[in-house]
C-alpha cells in the first residue's frame, strides 16, 4: 500500500478553506473511488487527470485507487482540484518523491492534453493558503500575476503537467514568479462633459463624498446615465486591502481582466434590466457566484431604467444595502460576499419618456403613478439623494457657457471631504457619513437643534421617515465637510433636506 497527500483550496463566498488531496494505492481490481463530497465537476476530474498523466509521458496506476478529499464534510466544486489530484497520484505511484508534494498547494484544471488551464478564485485561494502558513503555491501561468499579488507566497507557474513533473523529479526546476508592475489605468469619463445640470453634478459630488446613494430622474438626454457614469472617477484610488478583497471578488465571478489582475479603482456594474435576481444578487445552481451588486462592491451599481427592472429584483437591493453583504444560502451550502456599493438609480418620469418633458407627454395620470410604484417606498427610503434634472437647455448646450469643472477639480474637493470625515470617525471602525449609525449620529456627532428645524418639521408632518431623518443628518454632514464647516448648518440641512424630497416634491 503506497499513500501521498498534497493541498489544494476550496472556496466558500471569498474565503477559501484549505483541502488535503490523499491517495491511497492498493492491492485489489482496478478502479478509482473519490470520497469527499465532490460535486459532478470534481468526480469528472479522475477522467481528466487519467488522460493528462497519459498524454504527459506517464502512467495512472491500474490498482485500486482511492482519493480522499479532507475535510469531508465540506463540499467540494469546480475544477481546480485536478493539479493536485495528478501530483498526489503520482506521488502515491512513485513516479515523484512523496516529500515534494507534502506541503505544496496546487491549483488549476487540466486539459486531456496535459496542458494547464486558468481557473476562478485564485487570489482568495492563494491568500488562504498564506494564511494557513503554506510558503509554496502551484498555479497555471495565466493566473500567475494574480497569485503573485500576496507576498508571502513564493508562486511556481506552470503551463503543462510535463513542466510540473519535471520540477518535482529535479530534473527542470521552476522559476517563482515576480509580480510585475501594475499596469496603467485606462482614463475615466470626464465630468467636464456633462453640460448645465448643475443640481445633478452637485448632487454626484456630495454621494461621492459621502458615499450616498442617488437616485436620478429626467427626461431622456438629460444626461442620467453619463452623471452616473462618472462618479466611480471622483472617488478615490482603492487602498491595498480594498484593492484585494474587490479582486477576490471579481476572481471568483470570472471578470478579472488578464492584463489588469489587481483592480485599483472603483468599479462600475450597469447591469440590463432584464437582469435575474441571482445575476443582480448572487447565486447559481453550482457553485454560488458573485453577482453585479458584490462585483461594485468599493464602487457604483447604476441601474438604468430603474423601473423597468421587476420590482421584486429591486427589492431584494434592501437588505444588502443596508448591511453591506449578502449571503446566499442553498441546500448544500451557504457563500457570504461583501457588497458595500454605491447605488445610482435613473429614471424617466413616464412610460413614454418625450424629451420635451410634461408638456408632450401622453401618459394618464394613473400610468406615470403605476410607472414610478414600481419603485417602491422601501427602497427610496434608502436613496439618500433623490435629483430631479430638467431638459438641457439650448444656450447650456450651444452658446458657449463657461466649461463646467473637470472630474481632477471635483474629486480633489472629494478626497479633502473624506479625510475630514475620516478624521472625525477616528477610532469608530467606520470612515464614510453615509455609514455612521442614526445612535451615533445623535450622541457623539449631533446637531444643533436650531440648524435641524427644517428636518423636525418634515419628520413632524410624515415627509420623511425617522431613517429618512438621520439619512438627512448625514447628508448635511457630507455638505458641511465639503463646504469645510465644522458644524452642520441650518443651510446645509435644508440642502440635504431638499434633495431628498424634490422627487416626493415633483
Known sequence: MTLA?????????VRGAMVEVEVDIA????????????????????????????????????????????????PKQGSGFDLALAAAVLAAAGAVP??????????????????????????????????????????????????????????????TLAELVAHLQGAGRLVPHVRGPQPAEPPVPDLGDVVGQAAGRRAVEIAA????????????????????????????????????????IHSIAGTLPPEAPLVTRPTFEAPHHSATMAALIGGGSGQIRPGALCRAHRGVLFLDEAP????????????????????IQRAAGAATFPCRAQLVLAANP?????????TACTCSPLERRRY??????????????????????????????????????????????????RARLAGT????????????????FAVPRASLRLAERALERGSISVRGFDRVVRVAWTVADLAGRAVPSADDVAEALGMRLQRAAA
Request: glycine residues 10%; contains cysteine.
Open 27 to 74: 492491492a485489489g481490481l482496478p478502479g478509482v473511488a473519490l470520497v469527499g463530497l465532490p460535486d459532478a465537476v470534481v468526480r469528472q476530474s479522475v477522467d481528466r487527470v487519467r488522460a493528462a498523466i497519459a498524454n504527459a509521458g506517464g502512467e495512472f496506476p491500474v490498482r485500486r485507487v482511492t482519493i480522499g478529499l479532507s475535510p469531508a464534510s465540506m
Open 350 to 358: 413616464c412610460p413614454c419618456a418625450t424629451a420635451a418633458g410634461d
Open 308 to 327: 423597468e427592472f421587476p420590482r421584486a429584483v429591486l427589492d431584494t437591493l434592501r437588505q444588502p444595502l443596508e448591511r453591506g453583504q449578502v449571503t
Open 209 to 248: 463624498a459621502g458615499g450616498h446613494h442617488l437616485y436620478l430622474a429626467g427626461p431622456p438626454g438629460a444626461g442620467k446615465t453619463m452623471l452616473a457614469e462618472r462618479l466611480p472617477g471622483l472617488l478615490p484610488p482603492l487602498d491595498e486591502e480594498a484593492a484585494l478583497e474587490v479582486t477576490a
Open 98 to 159: 512523496e516529500a515534494a508534494v507534502d506541503r505544496l498547494v496546487l491549483l488549476g484544471e487540466l486539459g486531456l492534453d496535459g496542458s494547464v488551464r486558468a481557473i476562478r478564485g485564485v487570489l482568495p485561494a492563494v491568500l488562504a493558503a498564506a494564511r494557513a502558513g503554506h510558503g509554496q503555491v502551484v498555479v497555471p501561468a495565466a493566473n500567475a500575476a494574480e497569485a503573485a499579488l500576496v507576498d508571502r507566497v513564493e508562486v511556481l507557474a506552470v503551463a
Open 429 to 444: 471602525g467606520l470612515s464614510l457619513n453615509s455609514e455612521v449609525p442614526g445612535r451615533l449620529l445623535r450622541d457623539r
Open 5 to 13: 497527500r498534497t493541498w489544494s483550496v476550496g472556496l466558500a463566498g
Open 372 to 421: 414610478q410604484a414600481r419603485l417602491s417606498g422601501p427602497l427610496l427610503d434608502r436613496v439618500d439623494l433623490r435629483v430631479e434634472l430638467p431638459p438641457v437647455t439650448r444656450a447650456a448646450w450651444l452658446d458657449g457657457l463657461p466649461a463646467p469643472e473637470s472630474t481632477a477639480v471635483v474629486a480633489a474637493r472629494v478626497a479633502r471631504a473624506r479625510a475630514v470625515a
